[in-house]
């Protein structure tokens, strides 16, 4: 850049400037970009003629690209005293706040010139620059493009003109106009060709877009040589695991790697490494990739991409706190990283650290204007945190001619990252189509939820369920939960509820009671495999007892879409058994294989479906066959409201309290009543 800058300034010397021979070693030097000879060359010089104005002019632009350009300010600025009205001397004075990033220093003093000077081409080249560096695009493109008419061949204008498309495009990609930067870069290959510098940009924001396909297009044109080839491939690897497609992008980083023995590219084979590593964790050879990493250390000590990797692979494998180690030491040696400031920002949400995520998440903001992976954070995590209310409705009937429709009304409103509150209203009507026994609930109840520390929540819920038949009654209801992570890969929840049975009109009129306490325990693994199990523990108002215990090890298939498969198993027993009032056998056994499917149909519409099937027995009774499934659809309407419509079938025995097959289908819609949290303006002070 520099060597460009010193021929653009060398054409603003008259022709019969550059008739002196003498200078012509020196004028060389500052074309050749050589400005350290160059200044020793006309400080020389200007020794045996200290008057000479070209040889001013040449060392003070010597002086200035060779890294001290307030000492050419000052010499140009000793100049103009002696020359005030002098084009050249004007000019390299104004040029001289450029080569010192005094753009704003510069804009008047160009566009003076540029009004007394309306056809030097120097000048208008000069303002169009100055205008880029401030990153006044349009107003720049007018300018180069008036350069460019005084000027139709002149390199030094078209590739100023390339570079302000180039900042121009990437203003539009930051403000998420993507077409208008396409269009802005599609322009540069009228006048040249293939450039690299609009390929590359070309393809990251095909990979900002998705459109994976046209990235990799792109990264084909590309890869002209043999060092262009495994760029390509690098873009190629990402562009493949942007798609879905992780083990082609491991493939493809395999190729790029096997290409690397035959380069001499630091920077390039350090790229290389770091795709490969990616690749590997994206695929979950995750002692793989810790032993690539190890490898790397040993011959790149104390490197960022490092330490990046690192941070990546502890993301992945749940072990947040060295992700946060290396992030913070990433910031450390270089406080405007992105990857150090946002990947920060993800590694204390995944540990639960909530305000402290957003805080890294403006930072990266305030390095990185309108960066849309830093707004998309932040617009989770206020998805997370806003007022919301979400209706559920549902119709279900049973074998035993029983209906019932239920509706329920929750809101919630988070008043910090840690604490929120709640109320929620069911009501729930029963009929049996032959005895024709009615009855209907009503249960309305208010709820705190505080988070003690990072994954250690407390939540307590309290209210009354109204029962009405031909009386009615009231009891009041209580739940209470405390849910943490012992461990990496661990959930544990100890609850306590008490509730009343409404599953239907016999047993609402029953006013049985019900004290449920639990435990859930969820192990999971970096292998694909998982294990979850919940035990309970049920008195209830009648002096019969409940004992529960449910187990599932599952393995994850593909993650997109997600699928697993896994073996239940579930053990009921009873201490009294009233087979007439409802289901209660001394034991009760069942063991079933199931499947899951979730995935998207696009970006705003998702599906689910599980299937179980298997065995189950009640007491010394015959097995018997179960079935369930269940499917739904959820639709993002737009940011703020979302449905979600499902149907559920199962036979069994445990699924009711009265041991019938049943059906439901449902609706349910949720609404977030603002964009933003409450609390949010108190965030970033």
Same mark, same amino acid.
């Given at each position: 850049?520099?060597?460009?800058?010193?021929?653009?300034?060398?054409?603003?010397?008259?022709?019969?400037?550059?008739?002196?021979?003498?200078?012509?070693?020196?004028?060389?030097?500052?074309?050749?970009?050589?400005?350290?000879?160059?200044?020793?060359?006309?400080?020389?010089?200007?020794?045996?003629?200290?008057?000479?104005?070209?040889?001013?002019?040449?060392?003070?632009?010597?002086?200035?690209?060779?890294?001290?350009?307030?000492?050419?300010?000052?010499?140009?600025?000793?100049?103009?005293? $002696?020359?005030?009205?002098?084009?050249?001397?004007?000019?390299?004075?104004?040029? $001289?706040?450029?080569?010192?990033?005094?753009?704003?220093?510069?804009?008047?003093?160009?566009?003076? !010139?540029? #009004?007394?000077?309306?056809?030097?081409?120097?000048?208008?080249?000069?303002?169009?620059?100055?205008?880029?560096?401030?990153?006044?695009?349009?107003?720049?493109?007018?300018?180069?493009?008036?350069?460019?008419?005084?000027?139709?061949?002149?390199?030094?204008?078209?590739?100023?003109?390339?570079?302000?498309?180039?900042?121009?495009?990437?203003?539009?990609?930051?403000?998420?106009?993507?077409?208008?930067?396409?269009?802005?870069?599609?322009?540069?290959?009228?006048?040249?060709?293939?450039?690299?510098?609009?390929?590359?940009?070309?393809?990251?924001?095909?990979?900002?877009?998705?459109?994976?396909?046209?990235?990799?297009?792109?990264?084909?044109?590309?890869?002209?040589?043999?060092?262009?080839?495994?760029?390509?491939?690098? =873009?190629?690897?990402?562009?493949?695991?942007?798609?879905?497609?992780?083990?082609?992008?491991?493939?493809?980083?395999?190729?790029?790697?096997?290409?690397?023995?035959?380069?001499?590219?630091?920077?390039?084979?350090?790229?290389?490494?770091?795709?490969?590593?990616?690749? !590997?964790?994206?695929?979950?050879?995750?002692?793989?990739?810790?032993?690539?990493?190890?490898?790397?250390?040993?011959?790149?000590?104390?490197?960022?991409?490092?330490?990046?990797?690192?941070?990546?692979?502890?993301?992945?494998?749940?072990?947040?706190?060295?992700?946060?180690?290396?992030?913070?030491?990433?910031?450390?040696?270089?406080?405007?990283?992105?990857?150090?400031?946002?990947?920060?920002?993800?590694?204390?949400?995944?540990?639960?650290?909530?305000?402290?995520?957003?805080?890294?998440?403006?930072? #990266?903001?305030?390095?990185?204007?309108?960066?849309?992976?830093?707004?998309?954070?932040?617009?989770?995590?206020?998805?997370?945190?806003?007022?919301?209310?979400?209706?559920?409705?549902?119709?279900?009937?049973?074998?035993?001619?029983?209906?019932?429709?239920?509706?329920?009304?929750?809101?919630?409103?988070?008043?910090?990252?840690?604490?929120?509150?709640?109320?929620?209203?069911?009501?729930?009507?029963?009929?049996?189509?032959?005895?024709?026994?009615?009855?209907?609930?009503?249960?309305? $109840?208010?709820?705190?939820?505080?988070?003690?520390?990072?994954?250690?929540?407390?939540?307590?819920?309290?209210?009354?369920?109204?029962?009405?038949?031909?009386?009615?009654?009231?009891?009041?209801?209580?739940?209470?939960?405390?849910?943490?992570?012992?461990?990496?890969?661990?959930?544990?929840?100890?609850?306590?509820?008490?509730?009343?049975?409404?599953?239907?009109?016999?047993?609402?009129?029953?006013?049985?009671?019900?004290?449920?306490?639990?435990?859930?325990?969820?192990?999971?693994?970096?292998?694909?495999?998982?294990?979850?199990?919940?035990?309970?523990?049920?008195?209830?108002?009648?002096?019969?007892?409940?004992?529960?215990?449910?187990?599932?090890?599952?393995?994850?298939?593909?993650?997109?879409?997600?699928?697993?498969?896994?073996?239940?198993?579930?053990?009921? #027993?009873?201490?009294?058994?009233?087979?007439?009032?409802?289901?209660?056998?001394?034991?009760?056994?069942?063991?079933?294989?199931?499947?899951?499917?979730?995935?998207?149909? $696009?970006?705003?519409?998702?599906?689910?479906?599980?299937?179980?099937?298997?065995?189950?027995?009640?007491?010394?009774?015959?097995?018997?066959?179960?079935?369930?499934?269940?499917?739904?659809? #959820?639709?993002?309407?737009?940011?703020?409201?979302?449905?979600?419509?499902? =149907?559920?079938?199962?036979?069994?025995?445990?699924?009711?309290?009265?041991?019938?097959?049943?059906?439901?289908?449902?609706?349910?819609?949720?609404?977030?009543?603002?964009?933003?949290?409450?609390?949010?303006?108190?965030?970033?002070?």
């Amino acid at each position: 850049m520099l060597r460009f800058l010193a021929i653009i300034g060398l054409t603003l010397i008259t022709s019969n400037l550059l008739a002196q021979e003498d200078m012509t070693p020196g004028f060389q030097l500052l074309e050749n970009g050589k400005f350290d000879k160059a200044e020793t060359f006309f400080e020389d010089y200007l020794e045996q003629d200290p008057q000479n104005k070209t040889a001013k002019l040449c060392y003070g632009r010597a002086v200035g690209l060779n890294g001290d350009p307030k000492k050419a300010t000052a010499l140009f600025g000793s100049l103009k005293d $002696s020359y005030p009205n002098d084009y050249e001397v004007t000019i390299n004075y104004n040029e $001289s706040f450029l080569w010192d990033k005094q753009y704003e220093k510069a804009k008047p003093l160009y566009k003076d !010139l540029v #009004t007394d000077y309306p056809d030097k081409f120097g000048a208008v080249l000069g303002y169009a620059n100055t205008l880029s560096n401030l990153k006044e695009y349009e107003e720049a493109l007018v300018w180069v493009n008036k350069a460019i008419q005084l000027s139709p061949e002149n390199p030094g204008a078209k590739v100023s003109k390339k570079y302000i498309r180039l900042g121009y495009a990437n203003e539009y990609t930051n403000a998420q106009k993507y077409k208008e930067a396409e269009h802005l870069l599609l322009q540069i290959f009228k006048d040249f060709p293939e450039d690299k510098d609009a390929l590359t940009n070309l393809a990251n924001l095909y990979l900002i877009t998705k459109e994976t396909d046209k990235a990799k297009a792109i990264y084909w044109r590309y890869a002209t040589n043999k060092k262009d080839s495994i760029t390509a491939r690098n =873009g190629i690897a990402l562009a493949e695991h942007i798609a879905e497609n992780d083990r082609e992008a491991l493939k493809v980083s395999q190729r790029a790697m096997e290409r690397l023995n035959s380069v001499n590219d630091t920077e390039l084979i350090e790229r290389t490494n770091n795709r490969y590593v990616q690749a !590997l964790i994206w695929n979950r050879q995750f002692n793989k990739a810790k032993k690539q990493i190890e490898l790397l250390e040993k011959s790149n000590p104390d490197r960022n991409w490092i330490r990046a990797l690192k941070a990546t692979l502890g993301m992945y494998t749940a072990n947040f706190k060295m992700s946060l180690t290396n992030y913070e030491e990433i910031l450390v040696k270089d406080s405007t990283s992105f990857d150090g400031n946002l990947g920060m920002a993800n590694a204390l949400f995944a540990s639960d650290r909530i305000k402290p995520a957003y805080n890294a998440a403006f930072q #990266t903001l305030r390095i990185f204007k309108n960066q849309k992976d830093a707004q998309g954070f932040i617009e989770k995590l206020n998805g997370l945190h806003v007022p919301t209310v979400q209706d559920h409705a549902a119709y279900t009937f049973d074998n035993g001619n029983n209906v019932a429709f239920s509706n329920t009304i929750n809101g919630l409103v988070p008043w910090s990252t840690k604490f929120k509150t709640s109320v929620s209203y069911q009501y729930r009507n029963t009929e049996n189509t032959v005895t024709l026994n009615k009855a209907e609930s009503h249960v309305f $109840s208010l709820g705190v939820d505080y988070k003690l520390m990072p994954n250690v929540n407390l939540s307590s819920h309290i209210g009354v369920n109204n029962s009405r038949f031909e009386e009615s009654y009231s009891q009041p209801v209580l739940n209470f939960k405390l849910a943490l992570k012992p461990y990496r890969l661990q959930n544990l929840e100890l609850g306590y509820q008490r509730e009343m049975q409404s599953f239907n009109a016999d047993l609402i009129e029953r006013e049985i009671v019900m004290d449920n306490y639990g435990l859930t325990y969820n192990l999971g693994t970096n292998i694909n495999l998982g294990w979850y199990t919940q035990l309970m523990h049920t008195r209830q108002s009648d002096d019969n007892i409940r004992n529960l215990l449910f187990t599932s090890l599952y393995y994850s298939v593909f993650r997109k879409p997600a699928f697993k498969v896994g073996l239940n198993y579930q053990y009921i #027993t009873f201490k009294d058994q009233v087979p007439t009032i409802y289901f209660s056998p001394e034991v009760y056994r069942a063991g079933e294989v199931f499947a899951d499917l979730r995935g998207d149909f $696009s970006d705003k519409t998702k599906y689910y479906l599980s299937v179980a099937t298997g065995l189950q027995r009640v007491e010394n009774d015959p097995q018997t066959p179960i079935f369930r499934a269940e499917a739904g659809i #959820t639709h993002q309407f737009n940011k703020r409201l979302s449905g979600n419509l499902y =149907g559920k079938y199962s036979n069994i025995a445990s699924a009711t309290a009265a041991g019938f097959e049943f059906t439901e289908v449902g609706l349910k819609v949720k609404w977030q009543l603002q964009e933003k949290p409450i609390f949010f303006a108190k965030l970033d002070n």
